[in-house]
């Protein structure tokens, strides 16, 4: 019988006003590549199989546009759409054929309760060469989102995706629904947005050479290293030249079995382990909360805005004279 329930996240989308100015920062300082590209969106891999991690559409406002998330059959795509539609849920696009330049496949879209939308992918395209450079992304590891509509898009993610609740926290929800501790999270907040994506480095060594190369390539570390509580993950969060904020991450828990033992707010408020399990990452740098929060991004896209006001107005005028 096939599943109903996502397995693993793929990648991510983002509209961003300058492709190239992008693609430079994610190649030269992040550690990916370009591996294809059609009219305006650009497709960017790791070093692990997954066909890309990130794709970039060229838009005149900044904003975080979609998850990519893996089913393990054709089979899976169909039930998961169908469970979906029974549950009422908005269905954006019925499962079809994936385009080549982007790996093939087949797959569905569906929105979230915050009008977010997730593609729900099986068959992509895998790569079989694997660069050894421990300092790049070897996959894309998870997405915390801000939610307004918290409880909502929790439950949207276990009834209708299939995810379950590895932790909870006074402001953050952590599920899974492959081996790893958590692909996504949901963060309260006072608007939806995404707070950041974490990108998976085999280890600690290239962990510290990664966010190495970013420092000297005058990307501070916002917030780490660390070791985060839930997850027990190792951080190291940057702002990238749009203003997303985006983490190295490295030896995310794994479950292998359901016999996880979930704990709640009352636990991780008391066990120590907050904000870093090491005691070496307690404070953040200033405004990185703001720019978790989505605010970076807000102030781009208005000065944008600002700009293209006055230039109308000042057509306006002169069309007048
Ligand atoms: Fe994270």
Redesign the pocket.
């Known amino acids: 019988m096939a599943q109903t329930s996502a397995y693993g996240i793929r990648s991510v989308e983002l509209a961003v006003p300058d492709v190239e100015a992008t693609k430079a920062f994610y190649e030269a300082q992040w550690g990916l590549k370009e591996v294809a590209r059609e009219n305006g969106t650009l497709y960017m891999r790791a070093t692990g199989k997954d066909h890309h991690v990130l794709t970039l559409h060229e838009a005149p406002r900044i904003k975080f546009l979609a998850i990519n998330l893996g089913a393990k059959t054709r089979a899976d795509v169909d039930a998961l759409n169908a469970h979906a539609k029974a549950l009422g849920t908005t269905i954006l696009a019925a499962p079809h054929e994936l385009p080549a330049i982007a790996g093939g496949g087949y797959g569905f879209s569906l929105e979230s309760p915050e009008g977010q939308r997730i593609n729900i992918v099986a068959g992509v395209a895998e790569h079989a060469d694997h660069e050894q450079d421990a300092s790049k992304p070897e996959r894309l ?2 997405v ?1 989102l801000n939610a307004a509509k918290y409880d909502e898009q929790i439950a949207f993610y276990r009834d209708v995706l299939g995810f379950r609740s590895a932790d909870t926290t006074d402001f953050m929800d952590f599920l899974r629904c492959c081996e790893d501790h958590h692909s996504v ?1 949901v963060a309260r907040a006072n608007g939806a947005s995404m707070n ?1 994506m ?1 990108y998976e480095l085999p280890n600690m060594e290239g962990l510290m050479k990664g966010a190495g190369r970013m420092k000297q390539s005058g990307f501070d570390i916002g917030w780490g290293v660390g070791r ?1 509580g839930p997850g027990d ?1 190792v ?1 190291s969060y940057f702002i990238e030249p749009n203003g997303f904020v985006t ?1 190295y ?1 490295t030896g995310m828990q794994q479950v292998k079995d359901d016999n996880y033992e979930w704990h709640g707010a009352d636990y991780w408020a008391t066990a120590f382990t907050r904000p870093c399990r090491w005691g070496m990452a307690m404070t953040m740098a200033d405004g990185f909360r703001d720019a978790m929060k989505g605010k970076l991004i807000d102030e781009k896209n208005q000065r944008c805005e600002d700009v293209i006001a006055k230039g109308l107005a000042k057509g306006l005028k002169s069309a007048a004279e």
Request: proline share 0%; glycine share 0%.
């Open positions: 590891s998870h915390v999270a950041h974490a985060h993950n951080f983490e991450t």
